[in-house]
């Protein structure tokens, strides 16, 4: 008898004292079984791959339009300001900031929602086509884009905006123990924004800062994973980049996960969301 058992999943042969096991039927069939589940494996290994390429190559195309609002934003801030000190009504007009404020909150916090649902479901391996996602995205900045073309409107809505602490809400600054890691915080819109590289030891965990360093935000009631929040590198032979997840520690910290390879450096150019982290406002 060839064998008389097999394996639960690829039904491999496994052989009792009694049988008398066959190149060309055991061993061939065993072989041929093992390529098939090796080559699904190596196919399904370069799927994912491919999947993680294509998000990032996403994120990075909409970076540069999330950089172009926040510079014409910063001008509406200073045409604000000067027109305030014309119609000397700065308290008066503040007064009223809650409402603009708020929806245009609640817009970050949807954008922010959907970017993490895409890269949690790119985590899972259940991802979906993402073009109708960039296209919403694109539709959404040009209307948000055709608003700020009017000098008087940009005016009304951020005097709107502003509060009693005045237009300027941002703190910069950088953290003690990484000076080369910077960060910009704003508590008034709840954005908190990494940037900056430092070196790292291959396969071991690396701390670039903590949420107490930075005024005004408060770390988050649990761990934040931020994926693809940074990319590893090798400074000094070139190697490609490979993005890294960080991680926003229920206690402060801000954490690069163990790196494999010969990478000696991360670099961080990401945006958070920080609602409902008992930030002060």
Known sequence: MAHSQQTDNFQLPIFAPADKPT????????????????????????????????????????????????????????????????????????????????????????????????????????????????????????AQGVRLTNAEEDIVEIKANQGPGGVTEWVFGTFTSNPSISFRFNHRISLLILFGSTAITPGTMKVIGNTSEITGLNAPNEDRPIYAGANAFNGSTGQTTLPVALTIKAGGEIQVPPVTGSFDSVSLNTTVCTYNWGATF
């Open 23 to 142: 190149w060309t039927g055991d061993f061939n069939e065993a072989m041929t079984k093992t390529d098939v589940a090796l080559g699904n494996s190596a196919m399904a290994a370069q799927e994912a791959v491919s999947t993680a390429n294509a998000a990032k190559a996403v994120a990075d195309e909409i970076q540069p339009q999330f950089d172009a609002l926040s510079a014409r934003v910063d001008t509406a801030e200073t045409n604000v300001t000067t027109a305030m000190e014309e119609a000397n009504e700065a308290h008066h007009d503040a007064a009223g900031a809650v409402g603009v404020a708020n929806n245009a909150y609640d817009k970050a916090l949807a954008a922010d929602a959907k970017a993490q649902q895409a890269l949690d479901e790119i985590g899972s391996g259940e991802t979906e086509p993402l073009g109708p996602r960039v296209d919403a995205l694109e539709t959404t900045t040009a």
